[in-house]
């Protein structure tokens, strides 16, 4: 009895507060983890959000982000052996070569393709579902909150093409798939909302911190983020 008297209490302050949804832009500071490049630059998305509870709710929302940079074979090759075998390199290009003929098998490009630059695309689609809590402020229309919860990032970065394309070379097995990059991330986010009485609308402020994980998931991606959302 007890069960069925607060879900109908919870339910009730759902439908009474009602759901939200909207948009959000930003900025957002991070790595392309399979070139080692900055890949800060605008972010966009959308997200819903569902109380349940005067001062709890769950926000799903769903970002995406991508970079261009220009970056040699040489570049990516020498942080890639780095990461994969430890293999320092020292700027001698016939070391690195010699490195990638003798201790791995693979064929070699030609030297001029080695040191020209290549333009690598990263993109990111990002996934996650918060637990966010206000913390009370009387009858101010202002309410910082905090939250915390799961996601997972849905990487792209055609750098990868290239140690394909090398792989391939060396053993006739194009194994290593450029697309299938899907890292789980941990979630955290600090901001303030606004929303005045009686209007069905409120604009927020925050910062969301998200940590993927697995190998070559890259470091902590950090966003600034502006948004609003329609709904009481």
Known sequence: MRKTVFTLLLTATVVLA???????????????PFTGLSADGPIFGGQLAFP????????????????????????????YLKDEYGFEYNGNIDELRSYMKNELGWS??????????YTATYHNLG????????????SSPFKPYVGGGGGVHFVVSDADAMLAMLHQQ?????????????????????????????????????IRLSKPFG?????AIVSYFGGANLGF
Do not use: C
């Open 18 to 32: 009602g759901p939200g949804v909207g948009g959000r832009v930003g900025y957002t500071t991070s790595d392309d």
């Open 52 to 79: 349940i509870m005067p001062i709890l709710g769950i926000e799903i929302s769903g970002t995406y982000t991508s970079t261009e940079s220009d970056i040699s074979m040489e570049s990516y090759l020498s942080n």
């Open 108 to 117: 070699l490009p030609a030297e001029a393709d080695m040191v020209k630059n």
């Open 127 to 138: 996934l996650a579902g918060i637990l966010r809590a206000d913390i009370p402020m009387g």
């Open 170 to 206: 060396a053993t006739g097995d194009p194994a290593i798939d450029p697309y299938d990059h899907i890292f789980p991330s941990a979630e955290g986010v600090i901001g303030m909302s606004f929303k005045p009485v009686g209007v069905p609308a409120s604009l927020f402020g925050e």
């Open 215 to 219: 190998d070559e998931a890259g470091d």
